[in-house]
């Protein structure tokens, strides 16, 4: 499982100086996209469909090049590249696009949503993401699409989670986001930051005692080959994020830009529609193959020691509060199911 990662500013520079921007037989513009996953993830399947959209419209001006597994680094170097347009998208964690703008916090809380319908009926909603997607335009890159990343559970080596109280003194690797941390410390546990990456390895060598994660993680990047208990606490449903250099995307003749757009949504798509059967298809692999075992414990005293992280958010930032109660409307409208987190 050990991922050989090419450092963002070599890469840079090995784009910048050596491949350039066209294919060398031809004049078509090659659009580089990274991403973290492997190629059978519902991510890589349906970048693949993006490829073949627009590659069968705009053949004849567009090459389109899918870099999984941390080829172009981690996310958070794919989002620097995204940014200076040595690559024109990447796949990002909301959670990490944080540090690039405060607005993203709002959808790194935890228990925000009632259930995967509010989650996903909310982000299917422009006057939620709308404002949100556009704020890091600043920054040089702007969000075209979200993608379903599930819900994140924490597992461990070899403690199960069963109450907050359990993942006092353990080690649990978290994204590298501000909220992600706090919401460690609510818990009781302890945070170690690091990307995706490095997580098999800091697993395997007992620099940490767990992690948290979709199913996926498990069977996909080898975690449930170390970690035998799996909680379903459903601390958070934060969505992937499919991000464009905002000066390619502006620069695209409108025409061409609409076909990109159809595309966006082609992602997202493809992506949920793949990304059902792969979680089911991961349970059942960590199931019977890594010997996970699977834990239903009460949601309830994980979600009231987070609550107080939203009022915090919404007291540092007083501007996402219409977003985050367009949210609670969604929440009211598909309340939580069994077995599902949320408020
Ligand atoms: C999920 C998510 C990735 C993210 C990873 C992580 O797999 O889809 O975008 O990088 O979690 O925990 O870092």
Not at 57 to 79: A, C, H, K
Not at 158 to 166: A, G, K, L, S
Not at 250 to 256: F, H, K, Q, S, V
Request: glycine residues 8%; charged residues 20%; aromatic residues 8%.
């Amino acid at each position: 499982m050990k991922r050989i990662t090419i450092p963002a500013a070599l890469l840079s520079a090995a784009l910048l100086l050596g491949l350039g921007g066209c294919a060398a037989d031809d004049s078509r513009e090659i659009i580089r996209i990274g991403h973290n996953q492997a190629t059978t993830h519902p991510t890589h399947v349906a970048l693949l469909a993006f490829e073949e959209f627009i590659e069968e419209r705009l053949g004849d001006r567009y090459d389109v090049e899918v870099y999984p597994s941390e080829l172009l680094g981690s996310q958070t170097e794919m989002v620097q590249l995204a940014q200076t347009g040595a690559i024109h998208f990447c796949v990002a964690s909301n959670s990490i696009l944080e540090t690039f703008s405060d607005n993203y916090t709002l959808f790194n809380l935890p228990y925000l949503f009632a259930s995967s319908e509010a989650y996903h009926a909310s982000m299917d909603d422009p006057a939620i993401t709308g404002a949100i997607f556009d704020s890091t335009r600043q920054a040089g890159f702007e969000a075209v699409a979200w993608i379903d990343a599930g819900a994140r559970n924490f597992y461990t080596v070899d403690t199960p989670v069963n109450r907050p109280e359990d993942l006092r003194g353990l080690k649990i690797r978290v994204q590298q986001s501000p909220t992600n941390v706090e919401m460690m410390r609510l818990l009781g546990g302890s945070a170690t930051p690091m990307g995706f990456g490095e997580v098999y390895t800091a697993l395997q060598s007992k620099i940490i005692d767990g992690a948290e994660n979709n199913e996926i993680a498990l069977t996909s990047n080898g975690h449930g080959d170390v970690c035998k208990y799996y909680s379903y606490d459903m601390h958070q449903m934060i969505p992937d994020l499919l991000i464009g250099n905002c000066d390619f995307l502006d620069r695209l003749p409108a025409g061409d830009r609409a076909v990109f757009e159809e595309g966006f949504r082609l992602v997202n798509q493809v992506e949920r529609t793949a990304w059902v059967s792969a979680v089911e298809e991961a349970k059942q692999t960590a199931a019977e193959r890594q010997g996970v075992q699977f834990l239903y414990p009460d949601t309830a005293p994980f979600q009231q020691a987070c609550m107080p992280l939203h009022q915090q958010m919404l007291d540092a930032y007083p501007s996402l509060a219409p977003v985050y109660d367009a949210i609670q409307r969604h929440n009211a409208e598909h309340p939580s199911a069994a077995g599902e987190g949320g408020i």
